[in-house]
């Protein structure tokens, strides 16, 4: 029985490519073994059946952005990603082509963090000229949240959430706040800050208790079901 061996040797044995060449084809998920995708090239193997997909490419893996649509409750941190942005969750109406691979699931940078009573649509990169957009063009970037509230709002309260508040002792900019529903209330606003919506509400008289962000930029949730991520393609802009 032959000793086990690195994926990477056995596919430089098959192949005579080199062995950086090699371990770019695997981390690239164009190896299988046996019939399965294997991204990592320290695996060891013995006798398997070790194939080079014919479409592959030497490209470096370029690094992805990931649209999830966040549960209330969840906290983002690595735990919590390893546990939801998995290929079983994934939507279906994901159209952006992208290959799943292992390694777009590490090192993700969230964006535009969620406070802790809303949900909805959070931005997760590799790609650092997104994340430096969204927190460069933080203030100019408009965010659209559903807000259920409890209370009673005047005429007058709806037109001071409209223009008028102040937050952190500065007056805050016109903001597009209308009726939703009978207890919702959809709020379009620039240069959100983590507390923002709340004061403003108990400025009128108004509780919140829950929110929901619909909307970063161009980008909305559209399909995502609670717990499911899509990536963003390459043609989509915030």
């Not at 962000?213 to 609670?226: A, E, F, N, Q, V």
Request: proline share 5%; glycine share 6%; aromatic share 6%.
């Amino acid at each position: 029985m032959s000793d086990p061996i690195r994926l990477a040797k056995r596919l430089v044995e098959l192949t005579h490519c080199s062995r950086r060449e090699a371990e770019l084809y695997i981390a690239g998920g164009w190896v299988s073994v046996d019939g399965v995708v294997v991204e990592e090239p320290q695996f060891m193997v013995v006798q398997q059946r070790v194939e080079l997909h014919p479409d592959a490419s030497l490209t470096p893996v370029a690094p992805v952005t990931i649209l999830f649509h966040q549960p209330l409750g969840m906290e983002i941190n690595t735990d919590s990603l390893r546990q939801s942005i998995r290929a079983d969750t994934r939507s279906a109406d994901d159209h952006s082509g992208v290959r799943l691979l292992k390694q777009h699931f590490v090192r993700m940078t969230p964006c535009l963090p969620l406070e802790e009573k809303a949900s909805g649509i959070s931005v997760l990169t590799q790609d650092y000229r997104v994340s430096r957009k969204l927190s460069d063009d933080a203030a100019t970037i408009e965010q659209e949240y559903i807000v259920e509230v409890s209370g009673e709002l005047s005429a007058e309260g709806l037109k001071q959430l409209n223009h008028g508040l102040s937050f952190n002792g500065k007056l805050l900019p016109p903001i597009k706040v209308s009726w939703q529903s009978e207890r919702h209330l959809r709020f379009a606003l620039k240069g959100m800050q983590a507390g923002q919506i709340a004061h403003m509400c108990a400025c009128v008289g108004l509780q919140v208790i829950s929110m929901r962000r619909l909307r970063i930029g161009r980008l909305s949730m559209s399909k995502l079901l609670p717990g499911q991520w899509r990536y963003l393609a390459a043609y989509e802009r915030f």
